[in-house]
């Protein structure tokens, strides 16, 4: 279960497993590079663009929830995302939050 | 230089821009209609930047939702900043191109909630980010299902 709350409706933690993370370094493609230069001219959404990132952030997300499940969580909390150019072709998309193990409240 | 030359030179700019502002004028009122009548549809979806789920609420489900768009500013645009920049002050140009974006990020996670049977969402967050030759606006939230 994810979520970017610092609790989870209904369930209580039971135990706290750390800080996951996971990260992509997202490359353009040139032939959407060349389609999106066009685009600037007129302006308006880059469709390529906004396709990429969102495969980029649930890459990351999964990453995320593969360091959860390593760490016997079942739920992250507090997730929070971060996106930074780091070289002028590329993009990082981060995602990070805490693993804990959840159990539902009045059990 | 022949005139032709020159023609080219500073034709070419001058032409882009005017398209610019023709085309980009003319998408810029369609999305906003598009968004207005979007937001009324779905208005009934509340959404709160804090993280409390509103007063009675029993929630069955939770799930991260988010909505993103990246949004590039056409060349009229580029060049209002670009004299906007000489003298200071709002750049309405970029004002407008990212208050679109934000609302196009908002309803985007609107609808990925309300396809998934969620009917509020609490504690949203935004992220703005440069990528290359556009402008990424991400929104995402806890979306809650009424028990």
Do not use: C
């Not at chain 1, 971060?82 to 998309?93: D, K, L, N, R």
């Not at chain 2, 502002?21 to 598009?34: D, K």
């Not at chain 2, 003298?87 to 990925?112: C, N, Q, T």
Request: glycine share 10%.
């Amino acid at each position: 279960m994810l979520t970017n709350l610092d609790h989870l409706p209904g369930w209580r933690i039971k135990e706290h497993k750390g800080l996951v993370q996971g990260s992509t370094v997202q490359s353009k493609h040139i032939g959407r590079d060349i389609f999106a230069g066009l685009k600037n001219i007129v302006g308006g959404e880059l469709k390529g663009y906004t396709e990429l990132l969102e495969e980029a952030r649930n890459e990351a997300l999964r990453r995320m929830m593969d360091q959860a499940k390593t760490a016997g969580a079942n739920a992250v909390l507090n997730i929070r995302f971060a996106t930074s150019t780091i070289t002028p072709g590329a993009a990082e998309i981060l995602a990070y939050g805490t693993a804990v193990i959840v159990e539902q409240e009045g059990v | 230089m022949g005139i032709l030359e020159i023609a080219l030179y500073f034709g070419t700019p001058a032409v882009l821009i005017v398209i610019g502002l023709i085309v980009g004028t003319y998408n810029e009122r369609r999305h906003y209609r598009s968004i207005r009548q979007r937001e009324e549809e779905l208005r009934s979806l509340p959404i709160h930047s804090g993280e409390t789920l509103p007063e009675g609420f029993e929630a069955a489900e939770v799930k991260l939702v988010s909505g993103a768009t990246v949004i590039a500013e056409d060349r009229f645009k580029a060049l209002l900043a670009g004299i906007r920049n000489i003298f200071g002050g709002h750049m309405r140009s970029y004002e407008s191109l990212l208050d679109r974006g934000r609302r196009e990020a908002v309803l985007r996670m609107k609808e990925a909630a309300r396809s998934d049977g969620f009917s509020v969402i609490v504690n949203t967050r935004f992220e703005t980010a440069r990528i290359a030759q556009g402008i990424e606006i991400l929104a995402y939230g806890t979306a809650a299902k009424q028990r």
